[in-house]
């Protein structure tokens, strides 16, 4: 593998970044697993999922990484759309991706099904919109992925997508950054609780 990605960088080497470029954005979007390079000097690169899969590990198995990319796409929607979008605005994500309703797609499968399994498994939430007759719904994320993801790994997978920065969104930026500061404030009251417990512990001891 290491001799045939050798020779691939130096039949196309004027042409390597651009080729990386968009086999990570098809692998965002098809599978929800970003390119990272983790290797400068010798220019290795890994493949990273944007869910961190928590231990009930209920979206696994068979297709496991295409209904990652499609997650990957609801959340970014959900995300860009203020914290809850539409059934019409989901749709009108996936016709552009030539998902259509109804119509069982090659690779994600029936996407109505897929979407009531992300319900399902607490990736998405579903509610009614309020004094919509035939009910309408709109979609929030769901406690599994404030759990497995984040706004700024939706947000860096968002800008990946149009080639800039996550800093030239600046609203959404600012969003993304309001949580990741909260993440790391629960995380370090966290630890000092522990640390409390552990040092109340130790105290209760005598060693001869």
Same mark, same amino acid.
């Given at each position: 593998m290491v001799s045939f990605t050798r020779s691939f960088r130096e039949k196309y080497k004027n042409h390597f970044q651009e080729i990386l470029r968009r086999a990570s954005e098809f692998m965002g979007l098809a599978y929800g697993m970003d390119v990272k390079e983790v290797d400068t000097t010798r220019h290795c690169s890994a493949l990273?999922?944007? *869910?961190?899969? /928590?231990? &009930?590990?209920? *979206?696994? +198995? %068979?297709g496991i990484m295409p209904k990652t990319g499609l997650?990957? /796409? $609801?959340?970014? $929607?959900?995300? /860009? @759309? +203020? @914290?809850?979008? /539409? %059934?019409? &605005?989901?749709? %009108?994500?996936f016709n552009m991706m030539g998902i259509y309703a109804g119509q069982k797609h090659f690779i994600y499968g029936e996407p109505k099904k897929l979407i009531s399994d992300f319900v399902q498994e607490k990736y998405l939430e579903c509610e009614v919109l309020p004094g919509s007759d035939p009910p309408c719904y709109e979609f929030l994320w769901g406690p599994r992925a404030h759990a497995e993801t984040s706004k700024m790994k939706v947000l860096e997978f968002v800008a990946k997508m149009h080639d800039t920065i996550p800093s030239a969104f600046p609203s959404w930026y600012e969003e993304a950054l309001r949580e990741e500061g909260e993440r790391a404030r629960l995380r370090f009251e966290a630890m000092a609780h522990v640390n409390a417990i552990v040092s109340d512990d130790s105290g209760r001891y005598t060693y001869v």
């Open positions: 990273i999922s944007l *869910l961190q899969c /928590t231990s &009930d590990g209920r *979206l696994n +198995g %068979e997650l990957i /796409t $609801v959340l970014c $929607v959900i995300f /860009t @759309k +203020g @914290k809850r979008a /539409t %059934e019409e &605005d989901i749709w %009108e994500i």
